[in-house]
């Protein structure tokens, strides 16, 4: 039933700021992730495609990002998501 | 222009125009084509319609310039049902 | 979908469409006539007084130009075809060194030709601004220089736009199937609105998709690129698209040695079936980079710059140094990236797709039109029956409704009264003077300045018809050129520049459909609207539109 679930906060700023900045690591992110695994790409081709991948990523995060059900929320699943891809760059980068 | 393009382009008109037709929605006829045989009609037309488009240019190519046909076709088709309606009201 | 979504969204969708669509609309409605900047410029070009060379004779025309003018060896061009905004078939453009890539204001062009004597002439001439300026409006939603500051300006407003994008189908989503090609004309305007801006936005949303995607990636890239030069390419970035230092020692040429212009284009052709070369744009041809870049479409591919793409080839060995732009030969990551090229600018699928983008371009700025309409209809204080006399509308639909009105129809206007009083004044004073700006700033302003003046139900339809007129003042400027050439007015029958005597023609006709379904609505609306004229005003407004 829908007047069961917890109500959506708005959480205006708070949201839009998450999706503004995380989506911006995540877009960042996601582009090294790319440059990384894409290494037999010749580097023109591979940084324009990086290059292209920032806009749909980051404006999407700040698009989807009134979904969460809190302001706390978007902040964490962003800030976990950036967490995690950050992570990975350093993995792929060590090893 | 060759004949592959303006044949491929007329089947997707007359594909789109079918879908419209078969829609709850549409304003041209009294009462819409049963919806699924209209369906499969304008489907089998758009299919053949971007086969011959593959035809008249690569792969990639067809796919773009099929979905913008799509788009323009499926925008303007009500609009015509208003123009037409507007001709009866006057 | 649950409701509170739908809510939350529909103020995303609310307050980015308000603050972008009047930016949009002129964004559209240039960008789609940016879709034929070609045509317009030869429409607006006037005629051609150099003496024509043949491609047999262009050899001895490059020679003698190099000879001659030595600063033309950095990047000059070879026409293969004749068109009316060429003054002849060499030429060149000198840059000034601290200028924008994007400023053209600076640039000089110079065009050379050969005399009966053999002997090299050369021009400087202006092209008319028209063409690039239409071209600035649409990349900087109606600002008038394309600078960096103004990209950005352009860059937030497509990032707003792909949210509005986002948040549309989000609030579509619940009634999407059921309502799917409805568009139910009637009394109830603002179902009637909403449908008008529905169809037009999810049926056609891949292609906004892209255009709000493409738009903003043009407008932060410099910024994108730079930030990932330091995070991901550590500082490498520019060396990238050097290429290799020649091997043997840098010797001066001699451009006589040279391949023709035609060998050099029957080579492309044999390398490239179904390619159509349309330029040859020689490039340091003195020095060891030479290299010639064979521009041309081919209709069966995607092409990765709006003019088409080009095969790079030596001009000396006749070698092919490089099919990375070549339309149709493109590898995988580099068709990608033309794709987000071409899916932008109409550059696949030949003049078609140049159509039907212009018409989905106009349909773009019907939605950004028709979605203030909505906001204003939705917030109409409606008289109810209790209430002996109309409500007074709010202040600030009143204010959005004449803006809407006042920035649409002045873009519009703007535009038609630019390319008409670019060619009077150049019939009247010669290639001196250049108010493409001019006239489009007075256009606009003075129509955004009349609507607020008046209102938007007052101003709309002289708008409508001022529009109509000033359009279709640019067929009958041509026709005045072919009927009296003493008036020093010109035109051109070629089927591109007919085009846009017909195009605007069609235009014409179109706002005057407008104004009359706009009259009419007016006259028969009621009295609780923004669009409603106030009773003791409504009798000359009323006739004025009836003649």
Same mark, same amino acid.
């Given at each position: ?5 917890? /109500? ?8 839009? &700021? ?36 920032? +806009? /749909? ?39 | ?58 792969? *990639? ?11 323009? %076709? ?8 208003? #123009? ?7 | 979908?649950? $409701? ?30 940016? *879709? ?9 070009? /006037? ?17 003698? $130009? #190099? ?65 690039? @300026? ?14 960096? +500051? ?56 891949? @292609?906004? *998709? ?50 023709? +212009? ?40 995607? !092409? ?12 000396? !060995? ?13 590898? $995988? =990551? ?25 018409? &989905?371009?106009?349909? =773009? ?38 803006? $809407? ?11 038609? %009264? ?25 256009? @606009? ?6 609507? @607020? ?6 101003? *709309? ?87």
């Amino acid at each position: 039933m829908a007047d069961k679930l917890p /109500p959506i906060r708005r959480d205006w700023v708070s949201k839009s &700021l998450a999706g503004f900045l995380l989506g911006a690591v995540l877009a960042f992110a996601a582009s090294a992730l790319f440059n990384v695994l894409s290494a037999d790409l010749p580097m023109s081709v591979r940084g324009q495609l990086a290059m292209w991948l920032v +806009p /749909p990523v980051w404006l999407g995060a700040l698009g989807g990002v009134y979904f969460f059900a809190s302001g706390l929320r978007a902040w964490l699943w962003l800030g976990g998501a950036s967490a995690l891809l950050l992570g990975l760059l350093l993995a792929l980068r060590l090893s | 222009m060759n004949a592959f393009t303006t044949s491929g382009l007329l089947l997707c008109f007359l594909g789109c125009c079918a879908i419209y037709l078969a829609s709850p929605n549409q304003r041209w006829l009294v009462r819409p084509l049963s919806a699924r045989p209209g369906r499969a009609l304008g489907g089998i037309l758009l299919i053949l319609g971007g086969l011959a488009l593959g035809q008249a240019m690569q792969a *990639v190519t067809a796919a773009f310039v099929f979905a913008t046909w799509l788009m323009l %076709l499926f925008s303007l088709l009500p609009y015509v049902a208003v #123009l037409r309606q507007a001709d009866g009201e006057r | 979908m649950r $409701t509170d979504f739908v809510r939350i969204y529909k103020s995303v969708h609310t307050w980015t469409g308000i603050l972008t669509g009047m930016a949009l609309f002129i964004a559209f409605y240039a960008g789609a006539l940016t *879709v034929f900047k070609e045509p317009l410029a030869r429409w607006v070009a /006037p005629p051609a007084e150099m003496r024509p060379v043949t491609l047999a004779d262009a050899p001895q025309l490059i020679a003698r $130009t #190099l000879a001659e003018h030595p600063d033309s060896a950095r990047d000059f061009t070879l026409h293969l075809h004749d068109a009316e905004h060429l003054p002849a078939r060499l030429g060149w453009q000198l840059r000034p060194a601290d200028g924008d890539d994007h400023d053209e204001s600076g640039v000089r062009h110079f065009a050379a030709t050969l005399d009966e004597g053999g002997a090299v002439q050369v021009n400087e001439y202006r092209p008319s601004e028209l063409p690039g @300026f239409i071209d600035t409006l649409h990349r900087v939603v109606g600002l008038p220089f394309d600078t960096d +500051p103004n990209r950005w300006v352009m860059g937030v407003v497509a990032a707003l736009y792909a949210l509005a994008l986002i948040s549309g189908v989000v609030v579509l989503l619940p009634s999407l199937v059921k309502d799917f090609f409805a568009l139910r004309v009637g009394r109830n305007l603002k179902r009637m609105w909403l449908d008008a801006h529905n169809v037009v936005g999810i049926v056609s949303l891949p @292609f906004h *998709v892209v255009m709000a995607l493409t738009a903003a990636v043009f407008a932060f890239h410099d910024g994108i690129y730079a930030l990932q030069d330091q995070l991901l390419h550590d500082g490498k970035w520019g060396s990238a698209f050097q290429r290799p230092k020649p091997s043997a020692a840098a010797a001066q040429r001699d451009p006589a040695a040279m391949l023709t +212009p035609q060998a050099l284009v029957d080579k492309a052709m044999v390398f490239a079936p179904g390619f159509v070369p349309s330029m040859l744009q020689y490039q340091q041809v003195t020095g060891p980079r030479a290299v010639v870049r064979v521009w041309g479409k081919d209709e069966a591919a995607v !092409s990765p710059r709006a003019r088409g793409g080009f095969l790079a080839i030596d001009p000396y !060995s006749g070698k092919v140094m490089s099919s990375d732009f070549l339309p149709g030969r493109q590898s $995988t =990551g580099n068709l990608v990236i033309s794709s987000f090229f071409a899916l932008h600018m109409a550059a696949f699928g030949g003049s078609a797709v140049q159509w039907m983008y212009f018409v &989905l371009g106009l349909a =773009g700025a019907w939605l950004f039109y028709s979605g203030n309409l909505l906001w204003v209809e939705t917030r109409r204080r409606k008289q109810t029956r209790e209430m002996p006399e109309a409500p007074v509308q709010r202040r600030d639909t009143r204010l959005m409704a004449a803006a $809407t009105v006042g920035v649409c129809l002045g873009c519009i206007c703007g535009i038609s %009264l630019a390319m008409v009083g670019g060619k009077w004044l150049y019939a009247l004073a010669g290639p001196a003077v250049d108010a493409t700006r001019l006239l489009y700033y007075a256009a @606009f302003f003075a129509c955004i300045g009349w609507a @607020f003046l008046v209102g938007a139900a007052r101003s *709309v339809v002289p708008l409508l018809w001022l529009a109509c007129g000033l359009t279709l003042a640019i067929p009958l400027t041509s026709l005045s050129g072919a009927l009296l050439p003493a008036s020093g007015l010109w035109a051109h029958a070629s089927w591109a520049s007919l085009g846009v005597d017909l195009t605007a023609l069609a235009g014409a006709v179109a706002l005057a459909i407008m104004a009359r379904v706009t009259a009419r609505r007016i006259a028969a609306g009621r009295p609780d609207s923004v669009w409603s004229v106030p009773a003791s005003t409504t009798a000359p407004v009323a006739t004025a539109n009836q003649s």
